[in-house]
């Protein structure tokens, strides 16, 4: 069993920065791959970035390559996704994911969700 909590969001103006983090608990953290996904209002989840065990390897959406980073830390078993340059389409909830046996980049093949915490990028 893997628990996440997400924390960091919140309201933002265009161009500004946030960094999202997302505390585990419970399964050996270092051991799988972490993601973030993203719902806007009226729209599907999609994938935003994701990193792999040991932190060397990222991936990024088309859509936040250059704006937003991923990064874990395995000694404080968490992951953050600095987001910068912000657009009002980023408006979304943001979710972490765990990942047991993949890259992290796949919604259908995380094992772990958190509950979100909701990202508003003001025009």
């Known amino acids: 069993q893997v628990q996440l909590v997400e924390s960091g969001g919140g309201l933002v103006q265009a161009g500004g920065s946030l960094r999202l983090s997302c505390a585990a608990s419970?399964?050996?953290?270092?051991?799988?791959?972490m993601g973030w996904f993203r719902q806007a209002p009226g729209k599907e989840r999609e994938f935003v970035a994701a990193?792999?065990?040991?932190?060397?390897?990222?991936y990024n959406a088309d859509s936040v390559k250059g704006r937003f980073t991923i990064s874990r830390d395995n000694a404080k078993n968490t992951v953050y996704l600095q987001m910068n340059s912000l657009k009002p389409e980023d408006t979304a909830v943001y979710y972490c994911a765990a990942d047991l046996t993949g890259w992290g980049t796949r919604e259908g093949g995380m094992d772990y969700w958190g509950k979100g915490t909701l990202v508003t990028v003001s025009a």
């Open positions: 990193v792999n065990w040991s932190g060397r390897n990222t």
């Open positions: 419970g399964r050996s953290f270092s051991s799988y791959a």
